[in-house]
Structure formats: C-alpha cells, structure tokens
T-cell receptor, first 116, second 114 residues
Framework: AQSVSQHNHHVILSEAASLELGCNYSYGGTVNLFWYVQYPGQHLQLLLKYFSGDPLVKGIKGFEAEFIKSKFSFNLRKPSVQWSDTAEYFCAVNAYSGAGSYQLTFGKGTKLSVIP | NAGVTQTPKFQVLKTGQSMTLQCAQDMNHNSMYWYRQDPGMGLRLIYYSASEGTTDKGEVPNGYNVSRLNKREFSLRLESAAPSQTSVYFC?????????????FGNGTRLTVT
C-alpha cells in the first residue's frame, strides 16, 4: 500500500532560520505531490503542488519544494521563516492505483513552531 | 465565493446519538470527500464521492454513512456515535478524482462524543 512519511513530528525554529521539512513516499509509479498548510484553528490550504516538469516547485509565501524521483522525496523548504509560518504542514501524494482509480494519501503532518 | 461550507462547527453528542454533518461546495466540483483528523494520525479518508450519484469507502468507513445529495452537497451521518468518533471532520472537494486536482477544504467540524 502507498504510504507517505514525514520525518519530523514537531520542528521549533527561531525567526529568520531556514526550514526544511522532509517527505518521502512509497510508490513506484507516476505521482502528483502536494504540500498543504493548516494554520492554527483553520482548515488545510494548498501550499504548492508538483505535477510534472521542473522538479523545483515554488508556492505561496516563499515556500518551495524539490521533487527528487530517485529518492522518492518531496521536501519543503523556506530560506527564512517568520512567526506567521507557525502551522502544521502536510505532505500528500496522489497516485494512480489502477482501473481509473486514484489514491490520495496524506502524511501525518509536521508541526512548525516559529519563535519570535 | 464561499468555497466549501461545513455545518455545524462544533457538536457534542452522547454515545448512541445520531447526527448528520452537512457539506456544500459552490465551485462546481465533481468530487467530494470526508476526512477525519486526529492528533498524530494526519488525515484519514472516511468516504468519497467521485461524481454525483457515486460514493465509495475510504480508509476508515466503519460507523459512518454518506449521501451525495446533488453535485453541491455531500453529507456524513453517524448513526450511533461512539467516543472513538471524537475528532475533527473535514469536508473537501476537487474538480475531479484525478492526478492533478488539489483539494479544497471546509473549515471543519469539531465533534466530541461523551
């Protein structure tokens, strides 16, 4: 079965520090990859997505992610975090599972706390 | 543009009671979903509807039923609530059940079963 692993449960950073959140998936076929963000008390919102083409994807609010197919990874990065980036981040993988079906799997999430 | 609207926002039930969570989207999306979110578990798919008139089980369907009332609305019903169903429930929609369809989420329903 397809799975998505997010390496860190909780990351604590000071403002202006650089961020990298890991995401690995287990699926050998073609995938579409997403990062969603959930600010405290809010619903999930799409941060960025990868479908094809340039493996370095830029999203909103200065976030970017790099798809490394050989490593089955889609890590999220931001050069300098702000207090307002405090949120929970979810990696998600959408894969074709045969017979016209698609399976979207979420990772368990990484909480990011940014200290002013 | 409201997007995905869920009601109610909060609900407290006693064990054995029933209730229906309502969800409506105004983006003309074909596919709709119900997830539950529990601490440390991420999001788990309960049921989904690829298009109007179809529904399918997700990862954790036991204890739930759904109805795709029309293209806009997708409801989730708990027939006999149990404490294990205490969770935050999110409805979501997407253009289609396919590769390149990001999900749009509602604001969630926080359900407590005592």
């Amino acid at each position: 079965a397809q799975s998505v692993s997010q390496h860190n449960h909780h990351v604590i950073l000071s403002e202006a520090a650089s961020l990298e959140l890991g995401c690995n998936y287990s699926y050998g076929g073609t995938v579409n990859l997403f990062w969603y963000v959930q600010y405290p008390g809010q619903h999930l919102q799409l941060l960025l997505k990868y479908f094809s083409g340039d493996p370095l994807v830029k999203g909103i609010k200065g976030f970017e992610a790099e798809f490394i197919k050989s490593k089955f990874s889609f890590n999220l990065r931001k050069p300098s975090v702000q207090w307002s980036d405090t949120a929970e981040y979810f990696c998600a993988v959408n894969a074709y599972s045969g017979a016209g079906s698609y399976q979207l799997t979420f990772g368990k999430g990484t909480k990011l706390s940014v200290i002013p | 543009n409201a997007g995905v609207t869920q009601t109610p926002k909060f609900q407290v039930l006693k064990t054995g009671q029933s209730m229906t969570l309502q969800c409506a989207q105004d983006m003309n999306h074909n596919s709709m979903y119900w997830y539950r979110q529990d601490p440390g578990m991420g999001l788990r798919l309960i049921y989904y509807s690829a298009s109007e008139g179809t529904t399918d089980k997700g990862e954790v369907p036991n204890g739930y039923n759904v109805s795709r009332l029309n293209k806009r609305e997708f409801s989730l019903r708990l027939e006999s609530a149990a404490p294990s169903q205490t969770s935050v429930y999110f409805c979501a929609s997407s253009e289609a059940l396919g590769y390149n369809s990001p999900l749009h989420f509602g604001n969630g329903t926080r359900l407590t079963v005592t």
